[in-house]
């Protein structure tokens, strides 16, 4: 996979230098406001976009709370959704979500731009993107975990339960508390989001490089399917803990026995549910959505960043 592959020594240099002097083909070198700006605009649209199928993940992986089946098919529970709810039960939880969104992935762009461009002098080649990469993970779990916690509780639940994303804070912080809304799932949101990101920003960078290196498209729409790529490379290998992590967040706090909720626990839950299968329900609506939204996401970062008011 390209996200673990190491890049050529030529494809390298051509990830770290070709957006910084190919500005108005690529991405150009910028501040990090811009990055962050850019970072903020493209997840909110990117996560827009893609919405309905990431309702669709949620629901089929919370199945006891969203009242689908372990057997549920991506199509069915589709149509279960709008003969219920109509289309706006495609739509809980959105507004906040692009909203938090918007906030994760400024952040996570802006460390890993600042991470990459500080870890230039030390020449690591792939492994300095890596690290980057990972540390941009780590930083943004703090952020999404309080964001995924709104928006997988908004999705699992059925239509009107929660008045706004704000009625369902409110409901969480009574039943949670500040800790629990702020930190429920957050060592398992780092279990995802740290190799996910190393998955995520190398593969992009690693497509990226190829598809320029070979001319096999107009530099615009590089980032579209690298974007793609990324998205794929980086939900696969960690859509596992993705499902641990739902289970637990769509889960009230407050119970008798803390040990239920702990993520080893949850995934034996799984496991005595449903088997291996468990793990994966979702999956299919999962990297449609990943594809859609992250090829979105960089689309637009790399269309802001390369803006000429913005070189640097």
């Not at 991506?74 to 289309?87: K, N, T, Y």
């Not at 912080?173 to 949101?189: P, Q």
């Not at 793990?279 to 996401?297: I, M, S």
């Amino acid at each position: 996979m390209l996200a673990l592959a190491q890049l050529t020594p030529q494809a390298y240099s051509l990830a770290r230098h070709a957006p910084r002097t190919r500005c108005r083909d690529v991405r150009c070198d910028v501040s990090g406001a811009v990055s962050l700006g850019a970072g903020m605009v493209g997840g909110a649209v990117g996560v827009g976009v893609a919405y309905p199928l990431d309702t669709l993940k949620t629901k089929l992986q919370a199945r006891e709370d969203s009242g689908a089946s372990s057997s549920s098919s991506p199509l069915a529970l589709a149509a279960d959704i709008v003969r219920d709810e109509g289309f706006e039960g495609f739509y809980g939880g959105v507004s906040s979500t692009m909203a938090g969104q918007a906030a994760i992935k400024g952040v996570v762009f802006f460390v890993y731009e600042a991470c990459k461009a500080s870890l230039e002098s030390a020449d690591l080649g792939t492994t300095g993107l890596l690290l980057a990469a990972m540390a941009s993970g780590a930083v943004g779990s703090l952020v999404v975990t309080p964001v995924e916690r709104v928006k997988v509780k908004m999705q699992a639940s059925d239509a009107g339960t929660y008045a706004s994303p704000l009625a369902c804070v409110q409901s969480l912080l009574e039943t949670d508390g500040v800790d629990g809304f702020l930190l429920r799932g957050l060592g398992a949101t780092l279990l995802r989001e740290v190799p996910a990101y190393a998955f995520y920003f190398v593969s992009y960078e690693a497509t990226r490089a190829m598809l320029l290196d070979g001319g096999l498209l107009p530099a615009p729409l590089v980032p579209l399917i690298g974007g793609a790529v990324a998205g794929a490379a980086a939900w696969v290998p960690v859509y596992p803990i993705d499902v641990v992590k739902t289970n637990i967040q769509v889960a009230d706090g407050g119970s008798d026995d803390p040990s239920e909720d702990t993520f080893l626990r949850t995934a034996q839950h799984l496991y005595d549910d449903g088997g291996v299968a468990a793990f994966f329900d979702g999956l299919g609506p999962k990297l449609a959505r990943a594809v859609v939204n992250h090829a979105v996401t960089f689309y637009v970062f790399d269309l802001i960043c390369a803006m000429p008011m913005f070189a640097q």
